[in-house]
């Protein structure tokens, strides 16, 4: 689908996004290498950005979008894969504004936007661009280290947003005219008022492509005790290769669709005055 086709929002309360990929676990590749990579990214100034900021993080665990009969209830479509490999840790390496991140570990690699204050909406044109050539280095840095290709398995897209209170909602029981496009919301149940929610909704994607993951959830910012946020996450995978039902998408692919699912579904789920409110400029 087209860029003209998507719906644009000139101000969308997004505050990060991820596009990802986990690959096959390579043999060798170890925490030594990981930070041989983050020297390199600071070297080359990879994607136009100085990478200084480095930590480290927990590995994330693989996962996979399965659809036969025996996983679709259980885990909704999401299981783990367990390796007697030793894990490697996971770098999470910032440029110096903290508005963009690389995250890599051996079977991972994402590039994360990060909205930092007072700083516009950075969109998916320029955002991917990067992705593409942070992929590019690493995959650059294993064939000169002499460990081979990197394997893909799943795409991965995620888009978090947070809306305020005070903006397009004021209490919870606003919510039911806030969200259309989800189970409803009932601001009381006859002698008692809604105080908060969480949920999360869980849709297939056309041919078993993979899925979307909704995760909506009323809470408070870290930074900001006193403020109310809605958090919605909105996270689109699948795997790359051929589908259940036959259907074969490469990592390219998988990013673009994720990408669209999400802005369409992103859409749906809001009323038209939160639309008017983010500025809705084309359907």
């Known amino acids: 689908m087209q860029e003209s086709k998507l719906p644009s929002f000139r101000n969308p309360p997004v505050v990060e996004t991820v596009l990802g990929v986990q690959f096959d676990p390579i043999k060798g590749l170890t925490n030594a290498h990981l930070g ?27 996962s996979f979008e399965r659809f036969e009969p025996e996983h679709a209830w259980s885990t909704l479509g999401l299981t783990f894969q367990v390796s007697q490999e030793p894990m490697s840790g996971r770098l999470q390496i910032s440029n110096d504004s903290g508005g963009a991140m690389i995250q890599v570990q051996n079977g991972r690699l994402h590039y994360n936007w990060i909205r930092r204050p007072g700083i516009e909406y950075v969109r998916y044109a320029a955002n991917r661009p990067k992705f593409d050539a942070v992929l590019v280095a690493f995959r650059a840095f294993l064939s000169g280290e002499n460990l081979g290709e990197p394997k893909p398995n799943q795409w991965e897209v995620t888009y978090v947003n947070h809306i305020p209170k005070g903006t397009v909602w004021q209490s919870p029981e606003d919510w039911a005219r806030l969200f259309v ?18 949920g999360a909704w869980h849709y297939v994607i056309p041919d078993r492509r993979g899925r979307l993951h909704v995760d909506l959830k009323h809470a408070k910012l870290d930074a900001d005790p006193a403020s109310e946020i809605l958090r919605a996450t909105l996270t689109a995978r699948g795997p790359i ?35 008017t409110t983010w500025g809705l400029e084309s359907c």
């Open 241 to 275: 290769g051929a589908s259940s039902a036959g259907e074969s998408c490469t990592l390219e692919e998988g990013i673009e669709l994720g990408r669209r699912i999400i802005v369409l579904g992103f859409k749906a789920m809001f009323s038209e005055e939160a639309h």
């Open 181 to 198: 496009g989800m189970p409803q919301v009932a601001p009381d149940l006859g002698s008692v008022n809604l105080e908060t929610m969480s």
């Open 36 to 62: 041989a990579f983050w020297k390199r990214l600071v070297e080359t100034r990879c994607a136009g950005e100085d990478w200084r900021v480095v930590r480290d993080a927990p590995p994330l665990s693989p």
